[in-house]
């Protein structure tokens, strides 16, 4: 596990360092990999401890900070340059910054679930596919409103009340698309990356 993080933390140093380089001025995607890799850190933690008292904490802040991890696929909105990847060299560079950018967000919460199951000891395959598409569910409202109202992890201990009220707002019809296409394709993803051993 130990050697996995390390190099997964050494990606993300490359990438922010490469932003920095050529100073990428788009959305801020080096903060965007770090709030996944919060994720993708407590659920390592709660996973590689047997201390209830320090397992709990580590993956309440994972639940909460899960979202942060499919959220980098918003950030294709950003990808406006798209036509002239295959010919303008700045449109490849940033291409090769964005992809890999989201990608390390999305695994991050792949490799997070997988943690997260492995510290709760959750092993059947029916009763893991189930907290997937609960999580999913819950993840897509969050990403909803982190998107759309810009509210953040934190803001459930911050803003408990904003936070409710946005979560109830979502619920219309004009979200709808958003929230069963997101739960979709964390359900998706998830259930493919699953470990069938």
């Known amino acids: 596990m130990l050697r996995k ?33 919060i994720a993708l850190n407590c659920s390592a933690v709660a996973a590689s401890t047997t201390k209830w008292y320090i397992r709990l904490p580590f993956l309440l802040a994972w639940f909460f900070f899960f979202p942060n991890t499919f959220y980098m696929l918003t950030d294709i909105v950003h990808m406006h340059f798209t036509s002239t990847v295959l010919w303008e060299r700045s449109s490849m560079i940033l291409f090769m910054l964005y992809v890999p950018s989201i990608l390390l967000g999305v695994f991050s919460g792949v490799l997070s679930v997988r943690y997260a199951f492995e510290s709760l000891k959750i092993r059947q395959p029916y ?65 493919f990356m699953e470990d069938d051993r």
């Open 5 to 37: 993080l390390v190099v997964i933390h050494l990606c993300f140093l490359a990438l922010a360092a490469s932003m920095l380089y050529i100073n990428f001025t788009g959305p801020n995607l080096t903060w965007n990999m770090g709030l996944s890799l």
């Open 127 to 191: 009763l893991r596919w189930v907290l997937i598409v609960i999580l999913s569910s819950v993840s897509s409202f969050a990403i909803h409103i982190g998107r759309y109202a810009r509210l953040n992890s934190w803001d459930i201990l911050t803003r408990p009340k904003l936070v409710i009220d946005e979560m109830l707002a979502v619920v219309s019809r004009e979200a709808l698309p958003f929230i069963i296409g997101f739960t979709f394709i964390q359900i998706m993803v998830l259930i």
